[in-house]
Protein backbone atom coordinates (compact mmCIF):
# COMPACT_ATOMS: atom_id res chain seq x y z
CA UNK A 1 0.00 0.00 0.00
CA UNK A 2 1.42 3.55 -0.84
CA UNK A 3 0.46 6.99 -2.29
CA UNK A 4 2.38 10.10 -3.10
CA UNK A 5 0.69 13.99 -3.19
CA UNK A 6 2.41 16.12 -5.21
CA UNK A 7 1.35 20.00 -4.69
CA UNK A 8 1.31 23.08 -6.13
CA UNK A 9 0.26 26.16 -4.09
CA UNK A 10 -0.01 30.03 -3.89
CA UNK A 11 -1.27 31.99 -0.75
CA UNK A 12 -1.50 35.74 -0.14
CA UNK A 13 -4.06 37.64 2.05
CA UNK A 14 -7.60 36.43 1.47
CA UNK A 15 -6.15 34.39 -1.10
CA UNK A 16 -5.14 30.49 -1.56
CA UNK A 17 -5.09 28.10 -4.60
CA UNK A 18 -3.57 24.83 -4.50
CA UNK A 19 -3.42 22.02 -6.87
CA UNK A 20 -2.66 17.97 -5.71
CA UNK A 21 -2.05 15.08 -8.02
CA UNK A 22 -2.59 12.47 -6.05
CA UNK A 23 -1.36 8.75 -6.77
CA UNK A 24 -2.86 6.14 -4.41
CA UNK A 25 -1.95 2.14 -4.72
CA UNK A 26 -3.80 0.09 -2.16
CA UNK A 27 -4.55 2.94 0.18
CA UNK A 28 -6.52 6.02 1.14
CA UNK A 29 -4.83 10.05 1.33
CA UNK A 30 -7.17 12.43 3.68
CA UNK A 31 -7.26 16.53 1.84
CA UNK A 32 -8.43 18.60 4.17
CA UNK A 33 -8.68 22.60 3.56
CA UNK A 34 -9.77 25.29 5.78
CA UNK A 35 -11.82 27.96 5.53
CA UNK A 36 -11.39 31.02 8.31
CA UNK A 37 -13.48 32.28 9.91
CA UNK A 38 -14.53 36.27 10.48
CA UNK A 39 -14.46 36.49 6.79
CA UNK A 40 -16.70 35.33 4.02
CA UNK A 41 -15.18 33.32 1.11
CA UNK A 42 -16.17 32.36 -2.03
CA UNK A 43 -14.40 28.89 -2.42
CA UNK A 44 -14.48 25.61 -5.46
CA UNK A 45 -13.09 22.23 -5.27
CA UNK A 46 -12.55 20.54 -8.57
CA UNK A 47 -11.67 16.58 -8.56
CA UNK A 48 -10.81 15.48 -12.19
CA UNK A 49 -10.54 11.11 -11.92
CA UNK A 50 -7.01 10.67 -14.24
CA UNK A 51 -6.35 7.07 -14.06
CA UNK A 52 -7.73 4.02 -12.39
CA UNK A 53 -11.21 3.49 -9.76
CA UNK A 54 -11.06 5.39 -6.69
CA UNK A 55 -14.00 6.13 -4.02
CA UNK A 56 -14.43 8.98 -2.58
CA UNK A 57 -16.18 10.63 0.58
CA UNK A 58 -16.81 14.44 0.87
CA UNK A 59 -17.64 16.61 3.82
CA UNK A 60 -17.58 19.94 1.46
CA UNK A 61 -20.55 22.20 2.49
CA UNK A 62 -20.61 23.81 -1.12
CA UNK A 63 -23.29 23.17 -3.65
CA UNK A 64 -21.94 20.34 -6.08
CA UNK A 65 -22.42 20.95 -10.16
CA UNK A 66 -23.41 18.37 -11.74
CA UNK A 67 -20.43 16.34 -13.57
CA UNK A 68 -20.52 14.24 -17.13
CA UNK A 69 -18.31 12.07 -15.68
CA UNK A 70 -18.97 10.37 -12.24
CA UNK A 71 -15.76 10.20 -10.51
CA UNK A 72 -15.13 13.94 -11.67
CA UNK A 73 -16.62 16.08 -8.78
CA UNK A 74 -17.01 20.22 -8.89
CA UNK A 75 -18.23 22.06 -5.99
CA UNK A 76 -18.76 26.20 -5.63
CA UNK A 77 -20.02 28.29 -3.35
CA UNK A 78 -19.60 30.71 -0.26
CA UNK A 79 -18.08 29.43 2.80
CA UNK A 80 -16.99 30.69 6.03
CA UNK A 81 -15.42 29.08 9.25
CA UNK A 82 -15.21 25.58 7.67
CA UNK A 83 -12.86 22.56 6.88
CA UNK A 84 -13.21 20.97 3.78
CA UNK A 85 -12.64 17.16 4.01
CA UNK A 86 -12.00 14.70 1.38
CA UNK A 87 -10.77 11.13 1.66
CA UNK A 88 -9.96 9.12 -1.78
CA UNK A 89 -9.43 5.22 -1.73
CA UNK A 90 -7.89 2.87 -3.85
CA UNK A 91 -8.05 -1.11 -4.06
CA UNK A 92 -5.84 -0.43 -7.11
CA UNK A 93 -3.68 2.19 -8.54
CA UNK A 94 -5.65 5.40 -9.28
CA UNK A 95 -4.66 8.82 -10.71
CA UNK A 96 -6.27 12.25 -9.76
CA UNK A 97 -6.17 16.10 -9.20
CA UNK A 98 -7.94 18.02 -6.25
CA UNK A 99 -8.08 21.43 -6.85
CA UNK A 100 -8.72 23.57 -4.06
CA UNK A 101 -9.43 27.78 -4.15
CA UNK A 102 -10.67 30.53 -1.94
CA UNK A 103 -10.71 33.97 -1.90
CA UNK A 104 -12.28 36.48 0.74
CA UNK A 105 -15.06 38.47 -0.40
CA UNK A 106 -15.03 41.86 -2.07
CA UNK A 107 -11.21 41.19 -2.54
CA UNK A 108 -8.98 43.57 -4.71
CA UNK A 109 -5.64 43.74 -6.36
CA UNK A 110 -6.00 47.33 -7.58
CA UNK A 111 -2.32 48.35 -8.87
CA UNK A 112 -0.66 44.90 -7.53
CA UNK A 113 0.90 42.82 -10.44
CA UNK A 114 0.18 39.25 -10.55
CA UNK A 115 2.85 36.94 -9.92
CA UNK A 116 3.85 33.55 -12.58
CA UNK A 117 2.63 31.10 -10.36
CA UNK A 118 -0.64 32.87 -9.51
CA UNK A 119 -1.27 33.10 -13.06
CA UNK A 120 -0.21 29.30 -13.82
CA UNK A 121 -2.46 28.07 -10.98
CA UNK A 122 -5.44 30.67 -12.22
CA UNK A 123 -5.21 29.18 -15.60
CA UNK A 124 -5.61 25.44 -14.03
CA UNK A 125 -8.02 26.53 -12.28
CA UNK A 126 -10.08 27.64 -14.82
CA UNK A 127 -9.14 24.98 -17.26
CA UNK A 128 -9.56 21.98 -15.06
CA UNK A 129 -13.28 23.31 -14.12
CA UNK A 130 -13.95 23.39 -17.89
CA UNK A 131 -12.42 19.84 -18.96
CA UNK A 132 -14.46 18.83 -15.87
CA UNK A 133 -17.93 20.33 -16.79
CA UNK A 134 -17.94 19.02 -20.10
CA UNK A 135 -16.53 15.58 -19.12
CA UNK A 136 -13.55 15.33 -21.28
CA UNK A 137 -11.81 12.70 -20.48
CA UNK A 138 -7.88 12.46 -19.44
CA UNK A 139 -6.55 9.31 -21.62
CA UNK A 140 -8.92 9.42 -24.59
CA UNK A 141 -8.86 6.18 -26.44
CA UNK A 142 -9.38 7.35 -29.64
CA UNK A 143 -8.15 10.89 -31.30
CA UNK A 144 -10.10 13.53 -29.59
CA UNK A 145 -11.70 16.51 -31.65
CA UNK A 146 -9.96 19.26 -30.69
CA UNK A 147 -11.82 21.58 -32.77
CA UNK A 148 -15.16 20.79 -31.35
CA UNK A 149 -13.80 21.63 -27.46
CA UNK A 150 -12.19 24.84 -28.80
CA UNK A 151 -15.56 25.46 -30.38
CA UNK A 152 -17.22 25.25 -26.81
CA UNK A 153 -14.22 27.08 -25.48
CA UNK A 154 -15.42 30.43 -25.92
CA UNK A 155 -18.86 30.22 -24.43
CA UNK A 156 -17.69 28.06 -21.69
CA UNK A 157 -15.50 30.69 -20.50
CA UNK A 158 -17.93 33.65 -21.02
CA UNK A 159 -19.69 31.66 -18.43
CA UNK A 160 -17.37 31.19 -16.16
CA UNK A 161 -15.85 34.83 -16.27
CA UNK A 162 -19.91 36.02 -15.30
CA UNK A 163 -19.86 33.97 -12.50
CA UNK A 164 -22.31 31.14 -13.68
CA UNK A 165 -19.55 28.46 -12.23
CA UNK A 166 -19.07 30.39 -9.00
CA UNK A 167 -17.49 33.47 -7.77
CA UNK A 168 -13.91 32.34 -7.10
CA UNK A 169 -13.33 31.29 -11.24
CA UNK A 170 -14.96 34.82 -12.06
CA UNK A 171 -12.51 36.54 -10.19
CA UNK A 172 -9.65 34.60 -11.53
CA UNK A 173 -10.56 35.65 -14.60
CA UNK A 174 -10.28 39.42 -13.49
CA UNK A 175 -6.91 38.95 -13.02
CA UNK A 176 -5.78 37.89 -16.30
CA UNK A 177 -5.12 40.14 -19.11
CA UNK A 178 -8.49 41.32 -21.19
CA UNK A 179 -8.89 38.64 -24.15
CA UNK A 180 -6.91 36.21 -22.17
CA UNK A 181 -9.46 33.88 -23.91
CA UNK A 182 -8.14 34.64 -27.34
CA UNK A 183 -4.89 33.53 -26.42
CA UNK A 184 -6.37 30.28 -24.97
CA UNK A 185 -8.01 29.81 -27.63
CA UNK A 186 -5.36 30.23 -30.07
CA UNK A 187 -2.97 28.15 -27.98
CA UNK A 188 -5.41 25.21 -27.20
CA UNK A 189 -5.75 25.51 -31.17
CA UNK A 190 -2.16 24.53 -31.59
CA UNK A 191 -2.45 20.90 -29.82
CA UNK A 192 -3.05 17.56 -31.76
CA UNK A 193 -4.23 16.23 -28.11
CA UNK A 194 -6.09 18.13 -25.94
CA UNK A 195 -4.01 16.65 -22.94
CA UNK A 196 -0.73 18.21 -23.93
CA UNK A 197 -2.32 20.49 -20.76
CA UNK A 198 0.57 20.09 -18.93
CA UNK A 199 2.78 22.68 -17.18
CA UNK A 200 4.28 23.48 -20.01
CA UNK A 201 1.37 24.75 -21.35
CA UNK A 202 0.20 27.10 -18.85
CA UNK A 203 3.78 28.47 -18.96
CA UNK A 204 2.95 29.03 -22.51
CA UNK A 205 -0.09 31.21 -21.53
CA UNK A 206 1.37 33.05 -19.01
CA UNK A 207 4.36 34.19 -21.08
CA UNK A 208 2.08 35.23 -23.54
CA UNK A 209 0.12 37.16 -21.02
CA UNK A 210 3.16 38.97 -20.13
CA UNK A 211 3.06 37.59 -16.33
CA UNK A 212 5.83 34.88 -16.84
CA UNK A 213 9.62 35.31 -17.52
CA UNK A 214 10.33 33.56 -20.93
CA UNK A 215 11.73 29.79 -20.32
CA UNK A 216 15.05 30.01 -21.76
CA UNK A 217 15.91 27.79 -25.09
CA UNK A 218 16.79 24.34 -24.71
CA UNK A 219 20.71 23.39 -26.72
CA UNK A 220 20.21 19.93 -28.20
CA UNK A 221 23.50 18.78 -27.54
Known sequence: MAYSIATTSYEEDGLLLSDHLLAIDGDSVDIRALIPGGQLSDAVVIVQALAGEFDAVYDVPLERRATPRPQDAFFSGP??????????????????????????????????????????????????AVLVSLGIPPTPTGVFDVSAFVGQLREILSDIGSGSFGSLLAYLCSLLPSGFEDVVYRILQGLNWIFGITDDLFNDMCEAFGLCPPRPLRVLA
Do not use: D
Open 79 to 128: AENTTFAMRFSARGFARLRVLVGRVRRGLTRFGRSVPCRLCKLALSLILH
